[in-house]
């Protein structure tokens, strides 16, 4: 799947939950991304897995949540056999969803008009075996590289705000969150694709202001 094909689709699915009835500045979408790669810290810090659903197994009174983690065919299932369908969240789908936020952005007409030969390349390609060996093993220094990537996206000369987000280092920040995700041993398309189809069943804005 071609990376253009992947942002069309993201941003399609975006348009129909009301991201884009307004215009929306660059400062505003690249701060929606940092806040994407802060909640995969966050998660890694609480010592959630790579990748989970939570499940509500008691009553109103006793709230009690499981955590069911993926398993390696890409499958929630609980203790007692049961599988199960919700939100996928966990680190890898933190870095996922920034993923999704570029994706997203991308798929403006504002993106295609800058030629970018790099969208029209596989989707496989962000996270090749070349990549994956520069990637920091651990998730703090994994963080800080996204945060940079992303911030020089946003700034111009270190001081200006961007137009538009820069799509060299918006290439480089996704690359760098899917090789991760990849050196963990999980298919990153694959999370994508679950993220995606799920995003397409929650309300406008996924209730969010902004």
Not at 54 to 61: H, K, L, Q
Not at 72 to 88: L, S, V
Not at 90 to 117: P, S
């Amino acid at each position: 799947m071609l990376i253009s094909e992947l942002a069309k689709a993201v941003h399609e699915n975006a348009v129909e939950h009301g991201w884009w009835d307004e215009d929306r500045e660059a400062p505003e979408v690249g701060a929606l991304i940092h806040s994407e790669w802060s909640e995969a810290l966050e998660e890694a810090r609480a010592g959630k897995p790579l990748a989970y659903i939570e499940v509500f197994t008691g009553s109103y009174r006793d709230p009690v949540y499981m955590i069911i983690p993926r398993n390696a065919e890409g499958k929630y299932i609980a203790p007692w056999g049961d599988e199960y369908h919700g939100k996928p969240e966990g680190v890898a789908v933190e870095l996922i969803d920034g993923c999704i936020r570029i994706l997203d952005y991308m798929g403006t007409a504002e993106i295609h008009a800058t030629d970018n030969d790099d969208a029209e390349l596989g989707f496989e390609h962000l996270y090749s075996g070349e990549v994956i060996d520069m990637i920091p093993d651990k998730i703090p220094e994994l963080i800080a590289c996204l945060h940079k990537y992303t911030s020089e996206a946003i700034f111009n000369d270190n001081s200006r705000f961007n137009h538009m987000l820069e799509p060299y280092a918006l290439f480089a920040s996704m690359a760098a969150a899917l090789s991760w995700v990849k050196k963990q041993g999980i298919d990153p398309l694959a999370i994508l694709l679950e993220k995606h189809e799920y995003n397409k069943t929650r309300p406008y804005k996924h209730g969010k202001k902004f």
